[in-house]
């Protein structure tokens, strides 16, 4: 798979993607989450797609087995690199996600990796003990849900860097540790609670790394761009 950190196209709709990628000479590894999905819907998938880019659709289905099979079955049409679920959702659930995966994967065609959600970069400690009623460490829900993930035979985990050692112990590492709240040293955290720089994140045990507004904000973003590259790839 692309190993190269993964842009968010998060903007309000086709036009600002196209904006911003026309500015690149290189092939991308982005990611098109729900704000941009539920505006454009699959046509912008495909025109992303089409320039040559690799996308991981990230729209975290969570819902009974059966539905996110079919939901997923028909995602698989699109070509996307990479896409995800919600391990909160539970072990059939993934596995049914797997098999409309499998299901929907075009003939000769290759099927998407299929990761799951554990807690988000959002989350904190207290947060999840208050809200989800979880007594477990953040650490020891996060590992708990990868296990449940690997089991269920997904290729990997959205976490945070500060777990994704442990998981890599735990599960291997060819079991992809996605880690986003990536932040260039001096950034702002906005609404993330567990970040990381990028070399940061290299260091700790993340396979691939997600990127924002560290990249999409900044006044120029080819240039910053190259220089989470370089983080990235130093280590």
């Known amino acids: 798979m692309n190993t190269k950190p993964i842009i968010a196209l998060d903007f309000p709709g086709e036009k600002e993607v196209m904006g911003f990628l026309g500015q690149f000479e290189e092939n991308l590894f982005v990611k098109i989450g729900m704000e941009l999905y539920m505006q454009e819907g699959p046509t912008i998938v495909r025109k992303v797609k089409e320039q040559g880019h690799d996308i991981f659709l990230d729209l975290k289905l969570h819902d009974i087995p059966n539905t996110v099979k079919s939901a997923m079955k028909g995602l698989a049409g699109l070509g996307v690199d990479l896409v995800n679920v919600h391990a909160a959702g539970g072990r059939m659930m993934m596995e049914s996600a797997l098999e409309g995966l499998e299901a929907g994967t075009p003939a000769g065609a290759k099927r998407a990796a299929l990761i799951a959600v554990t807690q988000l970069t959002s989350t904190t400690e207290q947060r999840m003990h208050d809200e989800q009623k979880i007594a ?100």
């Open 136 to 235: 477990l460490s953040l650490k020891e829900s996060v590992l708990h849900y990868a296990q449940l993930t690997k089991q269920a035979g997904l290729h990997g985990v959205v976490c945070s860097v500060h777990e994704a050692q442990a998981i890599r112990e735990a599960c291997g590492d060819d079991f992809l540790r996605v880690t986003p709240g990536i932040r260039m040293l001096g950034g702002e955290a906005h609404d993330q609670q567990r970040i990381a720089t990028p070399d940061g994140a290299k260091k700790d045990g993340s396979s691939l790394i997600v990127v924002g507004r560290a990249i999409t904000g900044a006044v120029n973003p080819v240039k910053a761009y190259q220089e989470v590259c370089n983080l990235w790839e130093a280590n």
